[in-house]
């Protein structure tokens, strides 16, 4: 009881007079207040860093296998790119080449021609250079009549070379249209702009390269 005594008995303006019991206990107290508060600030603030940073370990780890994976079939990944590109330089190599150009669009009109077609208009346009391959525009106003284009297409493809031909703002229409909406002899008119295709010599690949792959 001496010790509550002396406890209500304390002189707030005389520290120094103040038994050495209760001196001892408010040192204690205010040793562990320091303690409690130096680790809320600081202890706790490290231990959510900790946390953050065994979260990001993990991340770490996980792209670590991925990257890990990928590296084992590098050298598998490496020989399937090579052959689809043997692949692509071979099916390349079946497209007309710049010296082929020229007869094949003549061989392209002909077939036109052959097949029965009017051919009011056949205008090549400059090609424009790709990364593997050149386009050649050619605009076109062809009159005919199904089975006609059907016949053009067919010798189109018979050619030596591969021809491909893509439509662009191409239109196919009837010529004329009687009060029966039919047309007259089932005449139909093509017009618009095909592309045709042709591979680039080892020349050409290095311009198309400096150029920024298209000119």
Avoid: C
Avoid at 75 to 95: F, V
Avoid at 101 to 117: E, F, N, W
Avoid at 119 to 132: A, I, N, R, T, W
Wanted: proline share 5%; no cysteine; hydrophobic share 40%.
């Amino acid at each position: 009881m001496s010790f509550l005594e002396d406890f209500r008995n304390l002189d707030r303006n005389n520290i120094g007079g103040w038994p050495n019991t209760v001196k001892s206990t408010f040192t204690v107290l205010l040793f562990i207040l320091i303690l409690f508060f130096g680790w809320w600030f600081q202890i706790s603030n490290q231990q959510d860093q900790l946390s953050n940073l065994a979260g990001r370990e993990t991340q770490f780890k996980h792209q670590f296998v991925v990257k890990q994976a990928k590296a084992v079939n590098l050298a598998g990944l490496t020989k399937q790119l090579e052959q689809m590109q043997d692949m692509l330089r071979q099916m390349l190599r079946q497209l007309p080449s710049k010296t082929e150009m020229p007869q094949l669009l003549v061989d392209i009109s002909q077939a036109a021609l052959s097949a029965g077609l009017q051919v009011d208009l056949f205008k090549p346009g400059p090609e424009s250079l790709k990364e593997f391959y050149a386009v050649k525009p050619i605009e076109i106003r062809m009159i005919g009549t199904y089975n006609q284009f059907g016949t053009f297409i067919s010798r189109v493809a018979s050619l030596p070379r591969v021809v491909i031909l893509t439509m662009h703002n191409v239109s196919l229409k009837p010529l004329q249209v009687t009060s029966k909406g039919i047309p007259p002899g089932g005449q139909l008119v093509l017009e618009g702009t095909v592309r045709t295709y042709r591979y680039l010599d080892k020349n050409e690949v290095s311009t198309a390269a400096d150029e920024g792959g298209e000119r």
